[in-house]
């Protein structure tokens, strides 16, 4: 029988079975810019049936460029509830629960609680370096990726392999405003949705512990593998958790 999801179940590597993870899978998808907007589409499409979004952002005209689920008549709006009016246009079948809220030290352990796998779709250090030692900690899959001008890396953290820490992110000061083009935060923000549904459909992801780097101007693609450093902060505090 012909359904919205009739395409891709044909797929050996979905099937009945691989719909019915996705359809019970529940992410996190922190931001609902540049990178959550093709995330987010793409997930709400393929029917995975639980999102919670968390971003606190009112859509300006210079999202536009890029965040391709608002129009000007959005301009002054939350976004992460006018992205949920969109998406639930989208599919209806699928529970999205918004949060109007900064992710924080605090309200990151509730915002994870019950979560299968959290896509970070941010454009600060800071949220990504909380997200992923939560991430660390509770043993949940982190996707992320990130977008700068023509360029943009995207990765996987699993408890096993390098984090986001052991990578060299960490605390600086970033210009602000970034340049973003819009195609390269589509592409990025397309190769997160593909890792994310990967794993839910109980894949190894082949960018767990590597770095991807994506060049707009040359067309290439590089993926580098980063050994867990011994010395990252996020990965220490996991394992005296974890051996308590
Ligand atoms: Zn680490």
Same mark, same amino acid.
């Given at each position: ?8 179940? !044909? ?16 992410? !996190? ?13 793409? !997930?709400?499409?393929?029917? &995975?049936? +639980? ?16 965040? %391709? ?8 709006? =939350?976004?992460? %509830? $006018? ?10 079948? &699928? ?26 779709? #941010? ?13 660390? =900690?509770?043993?949940?899959? !982190?996707?992320?990726?990130? #977008? ?6 995207? $990765? &996987? ?7 986001? =820490?052991?990578?060299? %992110?960490?605390?600086? +000061?970033?210009? =602000?405003?970034?340049?973003? &083009? ?8 397309? %190769? ?27 067309? $290439?693609?590089?993926?580098?593998? #980063? ?14 958790? +974890?051996?308590?």
């Amino acid at each position: 029988m012909e359904n919205r999801y009739s395409r891709q179940i !044909l797929l050996d590597d979905i099937g009945e079975l691989g719909q019915r993870k996705l359809n019970k899978a529940k992410v !996190l998808v922190i931001g609902a810019g540049g990178l959550g907007c093709p995330v987010l589409t793409y !997930l709400i499409c393929a029917g &995975v049936g +639980n999102i919670r979004i968390v971003d606190c952002d009112i859509i300006s005209e210079s999202n536009l460029n890029r965040q %391709f689920l608002y129009g000007p008549g959005d301009i002054g709006k =939350e976004k992460v %509830f $006018t992205a949920k009016h969109y998406l639930n246009k989208q599919n209806p079948e &699928v529970i999205i629960e918004a949060f109007n809220d900064r992710v924080n030290e605090d309200n990151i352990q509730r915002l994870i609680d019950g979560i299968d796998i959290v896509v970070d779709c #941010v454009d600060n250090i800071t949220t990504r370096l909380i997200t992923n030692s939560a991430c660390l =900690e509770k043993n949940i899959p !982190l996707v992320d990726g990130g #977008v700068e001008g023509f360029y943009g890396f995207a $990765t &996987v953290v699993k408890r096993d392999s390098a984090c986001l =820490e052991c990578m060299g %992110f960490y605390e600086g +000061n970033p210009k =602000e405003p970034a340049a973003v &083009v819009g195609v390269t935060a589509g592409i990025i923000g397309s %190769f997160e949705a593909n890792e994310c549904i990967r794993i839910l459909l109980g894949y190894k992801s082949d960018l767990e512990g590597k770095f991807l780097q994506y060049d707009g101007k040359k067309q $290439t693609i590089q993926k580098v593998h #980063v050994k867990i450093d011994p010395n990252c902060s996020a990965h220490k505090r996991y394992n005296k958790l +974890n051996s308590k």
